[in-house]
Each structure stands twice: as structure tokens, then as C-alpha cells.
């Protein structure tokens, strides 16, 4: 929305192009899956965010490393929506479109707004890339992209002129063209280039000729919005007004990990992570093997089964033993978490959710792993389960895990998604006094342990390795009550099942009471959990500003359930529950509130889009407003 | 007792109130005992030793030893123990696996300990059958071997522990019978004293679904013409008179005859050989054809996976300080809102 036109003219009189100032502006960079796009998008955000703005982000990238060149399935996209006022998702739609290809053109186009800025690499519409890209005449010699403000850039020969004086080799040179495409961008959102040529110097101050292409092509793409008067307008966005502090752009797989260390520092123990590579949680493992210094012990186990097992033993010698994982890895991991439940240690296992079943969508979203994580398990299995919000909450769902995980010695499971994992947003840095304190206590005492003895929240003691006299036996064979000797008696077995599920619901002690959005009862509810939240509180927010009588909750424990969230579900007459998987969460109301629930389930590998959210809702509401 | 002498330590010290369940006549007693008898005489602090095990009868085995332990699931003590050392590798971790535990459904992992080094004492109970789910054939079962499984004989062909280890780049192995005491506490006390991972395979009789596996081995009369024992820089003699020996002939080993061949002639065993190429040869020596090694085949040093790993943290802590956590949550671009 455009709020105010100005002329402008710089010191050198180069650009006669008009600023016009917005609330927010969507761009999305899209190219081959080898054209640099991801790392574009992320110094477009890393910029965006430093300048003040509100951001989200939104990676979409192949499994694959490299596609076939210039073929549709190797397009890989990066979105960015800022904004002057508090945001929750990447946009439904964008404001601008950078395409390198023709593939990326193809892929993309349906989503730029009409009026919205495209900015084409012309260089790369070839015949041949036109015919992998199954374009049967070249779409920039029409008249289809008219509705658009069209830009035909020679991203690549421009580039290659510009880093010439490096020398580097044809190949090189033209992988700069990102920085050019970026160099556009920073000029046309008028966004300072600091950031941006800083991070240069840190990663490639070790080869200076590609530091200094890299550099070149930026300015270069910057000084051609300045001075190639093709370009009529430029887009001013002002600082977000977000609540004081200071801030950083984390990912949620970078908040996650930071959100591990800090919860090992807050209980004063070193951080285990034992991990097998897999994605979209492979950052989390990267990420923390940079902060060895907080003896954080990064284990790269085998396979997946092992890293859960190493998670057991670690959590049993006394590390704040943590896990990351995704679909296929933790249905390998379950026998293990079994292990964990039956031995009731303390541990983190956090499944960044991905499309599934089996190998499924590797780098594309899913909540489908609900049921997995709370019912997947042989036998009475219980556990308590959280999800996510967004990607800075990753940091503060980490360390909830981590409390309740040692509060009642019991792994927890930390749901987040590959939305979450790779999207980014601002962050604010806690200060010191909201980091509290996680209580442990190792019992010392060799007259009065007793190793499956409860306390008040049911958990057992956690005597270490090491400690004198409190030399114990545990595993997976059934415990006796109290003692933890192997047991198999009828009667033991049915306390002990009972106990551990106690234990489990016991954590809705600590399970806030679910707040709701809007009016507390009425029409619609709509709910939502994890990943989700942003789309889905983003519409509840436009229906009710459109009249409709629709209130939000969106659940973050899910295992157990807040204690007032049955009173919730009754208050309203239909109940909408949105989740990207075909009800799981939905079954789930249904099942433990005897609510008439209904499921708004998309299953496409993407986020869900604030419109498809409000149609269901004036489905719902059958234009009731 | 004098305040500055630690207390003395019994094998008795190591046995628990657990009643020990199986069955009369298996090899997994003898282990129990020696192992209670090595951990004393070497003075070991009970509160400071782990057992982990996976599935099976012989992992049962932390029950039975009074120290910290985990009963784990199958085939996976490897992995549960090394998150145990890595959490606190000031721990001496013992895992205790069978055939079917460490090779079959818990061979990835095997391996992978192995290979990185972790600082564990790996025992495997190698009884050559499936005996907790009475009596299927196992990944070291002989070819043909009849079984509830494979009553017509097994076509599956047996693994060799020991040749899997040296290619899985051991540092430490060893092999013991469970009915040859001294010799079978000889080895556990080696293995005890290394500093990466120990792998010890124990022929280990099952009196119930295998029984006899190993007679030729254990068999007062006949064991001697079937066993070699190794000791470093010794010749590989043998036989009830001491009249055979081991040596290599091109690239094979051969039996000979010390009344035709010299002793010098013989291979002399050394177990710090760099390259394992002679140990392997080792243990490909199978009964009949050979007589079986029994001994330590390989013990050289390399840094175990935990002391890197804790050189590491070091390290990093040396470059940049004891990590700061503001300053790590401070990292990065930041900026103020005001």
C-alpha cells in the first residue's frame, strides 16, 4: 500500500526515480537450484532485519543439490515479506519477483501481485533453457507479463563485465550474479550494503579475488538501479515498532540450537547432542558444533537409532542430553525413546517435521508427524510433547523442553517443522534475569536412595555415575515400583504403567492455560498448532477486522493438553482445527473432548496462505458477519 | 586402615543381590566371575564403572554386577555406552553383547564403535546360536547348521568377529574360551588397561541349544593340538608336545612340523604390528584346518574418540574463553529497538 510519493534526486543527480513508502513489501528471489538464491534471500534478510524491519522468511528449495539445470524441478526460492508493523508470515503473495531463469519465471509468476516489480536476468532466456523450462515461445516477448512492472536485466554478462578486473575464470565470475540480482534489490528497497559487504570480508577474506568479485557485483547491481534509469520507483519500508531490546535474525533450527545451550548452561551441565545428518534439522547439529566453548559434546552417531541411544547413556551419566531429527529419523529413534520412557530419563529429542510418509518431501513442510511423536511408540508410552511457533519461539520451546524434561525425568519431544527450521524472523535477545535458573538435583544419600522412588512430581532420582554408593541397574525390562528391580509381576506392571502415564499428565501442572484470541466463545474457533501460527493468527486478524466472529487458540503443548482447553472447545459452535496434515490434531479433540471438530488439512509440502485460511472461514461462517 | 590407602576391593564386591538366572552350565558364569576378579585385583572403583548390554542372555550381565549399569535395547549397548563416555569419559564403560546382540541386529553399531576408537571394553559372548529365543541360528552359526530356524540346515555363512574388527580398525583384540580361567582373566585385564576400544570375543558355550560348540578348544585331551596361544614376540607354537607351529608361506599361513621346519622359521606374533595384515591372517585361522588363535591379536595406540572430542572443547574454551553466554546469544548482526 503505498502511503506516500516523493521525488527524489541524489547528491549526484543520477536517479530521478520517485520513493514510495509502504507498510510492507513481499520479494521472493527465485533461480536454479546452483544460482545462489538461498544465500541471496538470507543477506536480503540479514539486511532487512538489521534496518529494523518485522520479518519472515520462507526458503523453498529441491531435495535434490542440483536438478537439472534450468528444469522446473530445480528451481529453488527464497521469500522474504518485511514490514513497519509486526508480521507472522512470509506473505501469501509478493511485491517482487527476481527470476534467473526461465524455469524460475514459470514457477513463480502466479504468485507476483498485478503492478508487482519482475525483474528478469534476460541472459538466461535461451532457446534451450526456454525448452527446459517447457515454455513454447519466450514469455518476455509478449504481452503476458504486462501486468507487471517488467525489468529485462542482463544479470549475467553485466555481472561478468563487472568482476572482470579480478581475473577470475568465466565460471566464477558468473556464479557472482546472486550479489548483482542482490545489489538490484538493496537499491530498489533502498537497504544499505554494509551488512551485506561485511559478511563478504568474513567469508571469503581468505580468497580475495572472490571477496572482491563478490563486492563488485554488488555495487554493480546497486549502482545499475542508480543509474540506468529504468527503474521509476523505489520502496522505503520503516523500522517495525517492536518491543525494545536488542534483536538478531535467527533461524528456528539456529534458535533451536541456541536454545539447547542455553538450556544446558541454565542447568549448569554440558550439552550432549548426538545426531545423524538429515533434513531439514541438519542446522541444528552444524550450529552447535560452533560452540564447543559451552562444552557442548556434538556426537554424529551412525544412524539415527544410535544417536537416540547415545542420547539415553548421556542422559544417564548426567549431560542435558538432547536429540535432533526429522520424520523418517524418528520413527527410527522411537524404540530408543521407548528405552527413555522406561528408564525415565531426562532428554530433549526435537523432530523438525518434514512431508512424509517414508522418504516423502525432504526439504518441504508437514505437521503430519503428531500422531508419530504422541502415539508412536510400542507399548504405554507416553511423554510430553510441545510445538513451536515460529522460529524465534524454537529458542524459548527448547528450553521449556528441557525444564520439564528434567522437572520429571522424562524425554519430551520439541515439534517444530521445516518451515520453522529454515525460516527466519527478528529475535529478541533475552536479558539475563528472563533466563531462569533450571533446578537439578542428584540425590547423594546411599542409606535413603532408592532409584524408582517419586517425588512430588512423580519423577524418580537422577543418581549419576560417579556418585559414591548409589551404584544402580536400569534399562528396559519392567521396574519394580520403588527399587527399579526387574520385575514381571501382574500387579507391579499395571502401577508402573499407571504411574508413568500419571507422571506424564502431571506435566499440565506446568502447562499454561490456554489463552484464546478474540471472544471467548461464540460462532467459529479455529485451531491451530506449531508452524502454523503465523498464517493462521494473520487471518483470524483480518476476519475479525472484517466483522466475522471467529477467536483463535493455538495450541503449544500437545501432550498433555491445557487443563481448560475441553471448557474452551465447548464454548464455541464449530470448532476449526487447520493443520497441515489430514487431522491429526482434529482426531485428537476429538478423541479426549468428545468435539464435533472439523479439519481445514492441507498436505502440499507448503505453509498454509492467510486466504486459504479466510475462504474456510467464510465457508464455515456461511456469510455470517 | 590407614586414611591414605583406598580401601581393598573383593570380587565379592562386585556381586549384586540379583539372583543369577542362567542356566547350569553356561559359559556366561565363567566370564561373570573372572570379570568380578579382574575389576578387583586392578583395584577398580565400582561407583565409577558402567555396564551396558543390549538383548540376550549375556545381557543380562549388568544385573549381576553391582556397578552402575544399563540393560539396553538389542544391539545397540554400543551406542547407549557411548553417549555414556562421551557424557563423562572419566567413567571406565564395559559393554557386554552376544553373536546375534553385536553382529546381527547391532552391527552398525559395533562397527562404528569400533572404528571411532570410543573408549569402551567391548565383551561378546560368542555362543554361535540364538539362545533367549530358544535356539535360532545366529550370525556366527556354522553353514549347515541345523537350528528350530534352519531345519534343514542354515545357509547363511558365518561372520568372524575378530576379522571384523581389524577390518572395522580395531585397536585392541583378543580372544578367550570361557573354561580357560587364568587365560580368560589374562585378557580381560588387558583389555581392561587400554585406552581406546577393547574388543574381546569369548567362546562361550551354550549348554542348552549349541552345547559342545567348542569342545575341540575346551577338551582336556585334544584342546592343545586345536588352540594356539599368542604372545607377543613369541614364535606361534603349539600342540600337546610343542611340536608345531605357524608359519607363513607366501601369502598363507601353514602348519608345520618343528621337526622339519626351525623355530625360526615360525612367525613370531606382535601385537603392535601397524599393520594389521598379520593379524587378520590370524584370525582367518578356523578350526579344522588350523588351530584357533586365542589371545591378543592386536593392542596399539591411538587417542580415543572421547579424549578428542574433550580436546576439543579444550580447545575451543583455550581460543575464546569458557563460553560467555550473552555474548553467544549477542552474536551477529544485532541491532537496538528503541
Known amino acids: 500500500m503505498g502511503t506516500a510519493t516523493t521525488e527524489q534526486t541524489d547528491s549526484q543527480g543520477h536517479s530521478t526515480a520517485k520513493v514510495e513508502e509502504r507498510n510492507r513489501a513481499a520479494v521472493r528471489l527465485a533461480g536454479d537450484s546452483g544460482d545462489g538464491m538461498q544465500l541471496a534471500g538470507t543477506q536480503f534478510t540479514a539486511t532487512s532485519a538489521v534496518v529494523g524491519n518485522d520479518i519472515a522468511t520462507f526458503p523453498d528449495y529441491p531435495a535434490e543439490i542440483r536438478a537439472p539445470m534450468g528444469t522446473l524441478a530445480g528451481v529453488s526460492g527464497f521469500q522474504i515479506n518485511f514490514s513497519s508493523h509486526e508480521i507472522h508470515t512470509p506473505g501469501d503473495r509478493v511485491d517482487c519477483l527476481v527470476a534467473m531463469n526461465p524455469a524460475a519465471l514459470k514457477a513463480n509468476i502466479g504468485d507476483l501481485n498485478d503492478g508487482g516489480v519482475l525483474v528478469v536476468n534476460t541472459d538466461e532466456f535461451t532457446e534451450a533453457n526456454l525448452n527446459r523450462a517447457q515454455y513454447e515461445s519466450n514469455p518476455l516477448d509478449g504481452n503476458d507479463l504486462d501486468r507487471f512492472q517488467l525489468y529485462k536485466v542482463p544479470i549475467t554478462q553485466q555481472t561478468l563485465e563487472a568482476v572482470k578486473e579480478t581475473g577470475l575464470g568465466q565460471r566464477d565470475a558468473g556464479r557472482c550474479k546472486n550479489f548483482y540480482a542482490l545489489g538490484i534489490l538493496f537499491w530498489l528497497f533502498e537497504r544499505p550494503l554494509d551488512t551485506t559487504l561485511r559478511w563478504i570480508n568474513n567469508k571469503f577474506g581468505r580468497v580475495p579475488a572472490v571477496a572482491t568479485a563478490n563486492t563488485l557485483a554488488l555495487h554493480a547491481g546497486h549502482n545499475f538501479g542508480e543509474t540506468a534509469e529504468m527503474f521509476t520507483t523505489r520502496y522505503r519500508i520503516k523500522p517495525a515498532k517492536l518491543r525494545p531490546g536488542t534483536y538478531r535474525n535467527v533461524t528456528g533450527n539456529q534458535a533451536t540450537a541456541l536454545g539447547l545451550i542455553t538450556a544446558a548452561r541454565l542447568a549448569n551441565k554440558p550439552l550432549f547432542y548426538g545426531s545423524y545428518p538429515i533434513t531439514p534439522a541438519s542446522e541444528i547439529l552444524h550450529e552447535l558444533t560452533l560452540h564447543k566453548a559451552h562444552d557442548v559434546r556434538v556426537f554424529q552417531a551412525e544412524d539415527e537409532i544410535a544417536a537416540m541411544c547415545s542420547v539415553v547413556g548421556a542422559a544417564y551419566a548426567g549431560n542435558l542430553s538432547t536429540t535432533g531429527t526429522s520424520g523418517p529419523g524418528m520413527a527410527l529413534k522411537q524404540e530408543a525413546v521407548g528405552l527413555a520412557v522406561m528408564t525415565e530419563l531426562p532428554c530433549v529429542i526435537v523432530n523438525v517435521q518434514r512431508g512424509g510418509p517414508s522418504t516423502g518431501l525432504p526439504t518441504k513442510t508437514e505437521q503430519s508427524d503428531l500422531w508419530q511423536v504422541i502415539l508412536g511408540r510400542n507399548g504405554e508410552c507416553p511423554l510430553p510433547v510441545l510445538a513451536a511457533q515460529s522460529p524465534a519461539d524454537c529458542f524459548w520451546s527448547a528450553i521449556e523442553a528441557a525444564r520439564i524434561a528434567v522437572k520429571y525425568m522424562t524425554p519430551v519431544i520439541l515439534q517444530t517443522d521445516g518451515y520453522l527450521g529454515n525460516g527466519s524472523e527478528p529475535w529478541r535477545v533475552p536479558e539475563p534475569d528472563e533466563l531462569a535458573p533450571i533446578p537439578v538435583t542428584h540425590p547423594k544419600d546411599p542409606e535413603t536412595y532408592q532409584a524408582y522412588e517419586r517425588d512430588d512430581f512423580g519423577a524418580r532420582p537422577w543418581a549419576i555415575p560417579g556418585t559414591p554408593g548409589l551404584a544402580h541397574r536400569i534399562g528396559g525390562l519392567e521396574k519394580a515400583d520403588v527399587t527399579g528391580n526387574v520385575c514381571y509381576t501382574p500387579g507391579n506392571h499395571q502401577r508402573m504403567v499407571e504411574l508413568r502415564a500419571e507422571k506424564v499428565a502431571g506435566v499440565i501442572r506446568d502447562v499454561p492455560d490456554q489463552e484464546i484470541f478474540g471472544d471467548e466463545s461464540g460462532e467459529l474457533l479455529v485451531v491451530s498448532w506449531g508452524g502454523t501460527f503465523g498464517a493462521v493468527r494473520t487471518a483470524i486478524e483480518d476476519a475479525r477486522d472484517d466483522g466475522k466472529p471467529v477467536s483463535h487458540i493455538h495450541i503449544r503443548w500437545l501432550h498433555p493438553m491445557p487443563a481448560n482447553l475441553g471448557d474452551i472447545l465447548k464454548r464455541f459452535k464449530t470448532v476449526l482445527v487447520c493443520e497441515l496434515n489430514l487431522g491429526q490434531l482434529q482426531m485428537l479433540l476429538r478423541a479426549n473432548y468428545l468435539v464435533d471438530a472439523i479439519g481445514l488439512n492441507k498436505v502440499q509440502g507448503q505453509p498454509f496462505r492467510v486466504f486459504e485460511i479466510i475462504e474456510k472461514i467464510d465457508e464455515v461462517l456461511g456469510g455470517k458477519n | ?338
Not at chain 2, 540393560?71 to 559393554?95: F, M, S, Y
Not at chain 2, 606374533?269 to 601397524?274: P, R, S
Request: charged share 25%.
Open chain 2, 1 to 338: 586402615m590407614a586414611a591414605d590407602t583406598p580401601p581393598t576391593v573383593t570380587a565379592k564386591d562386585f556381586k549384586t543381590d540379583q539372583q543369577v538366572k542362567w542356566c547350569p552350565g553356561c559359559g556366561d558364569h565363567s566370564v561373570l566371575v573372572q570379570l568380578q576378579k579382574v575389576l578387583a585385583a586392578n583395584g577398580v572403583d565400582k561407583d565409577n564403572t558402567v555396564f551396558v548390554s543390549g538383548i540376550g542372555c549375556s545381557s543380562r550381565f549388568p544385573y549381576y554386577m553391582d556397578t552402575y549399569g544399563i540393560h539396553g535395547i538389542h544391539g545397540r549397548a554400543p551406542a547407549v555406552a557411548t553417549g555414556v563416555k562421551c557424557a563423562n569419559p572419566d567413567l571406565d564403560v564395559w559393554v557386554v553383547t552376544g553373536d546375534g546382540d553385536a553382529l546381527s541386529i547391532g552391527g552398525n553399531h559395533f562397527l562404528h564403535a569400533v572404528r571411532r576408537n570410543v573408549g569402551l571394553k567391548i565383551v561378546l559372548f560368542n555362543n554361535r546360536i540364538y539362545g533367549l529365543t530358544k535356539g535360532q541360528y545366529s550370525p556366527t552359526s556354522d553353514f549347515g547348521m541345523r537350528t528350530k530356524s534352519s531345519p534343514q540346515g542354515s545357509i547363511d555363512h558365518p561372520m568372524h568377529p575378530i576379522s571384523v574388527a581389524i577390518g572395522a580398525e580395531i585397536t585392541f583384540v583378543a580372544r578367550a574360551v570361557d573354561t580357560d580361567v587364568k587365560h580368560l582373566q589374562y585378557v580381560l585385564d588387558r583389555a581392561a588397561k587400554h585406552e581406546g576400544t577393547a574388543f574381546v570375543e569369548v567362546y562361550q558355550n551354550c549348554a542348552v541349544y549349541n552345547d559342545g560348540a567348542y569342545k575341540y578348544a575346551t577338551d582336556r585331551a585334544t584342546k592343545d593340538d586345536h588352540i594356539v596361544y599368542l604372545e607377543h614376540g613369541k614364535p606361534l607354537i603349539f600342540g600337546k608336545n610343542r611340536d608345531k607351529g605357524i608359519r607363513l608361506e607366501g601369502e598363507l599361513l601353514e602348519v608345520v612340523d618343528l621337526g622339519r621346519v626351525s623355530q625360526d622359521d615360525l612367525i613370531i606374533h606382535d601385537e603392535k604390528a601397524t599393520d594389521a595384515a598379520m593379524a587378520y591372517r590370524l584370525a582367518r585361522m578356523h578350526y579344522p584346518e588350523y588351530p584357533v588363535p586365542l589371545g591378543v591379536f592386536l593392542a596399539i595406540e591411538k587417542p580415543a574418540y572421547d579424549e578428542l572430542m574433550m580436546d576439543q572443547i579444550a580447545a575451543a574454551r583455550e581460543q575464546s574463553g569458557p563460553g560467555d553466554l550473552q555474548k553467544l546469544l549477542n552474536a551477529g548482526d544485532t541491532w537496538q529497538v528503541e
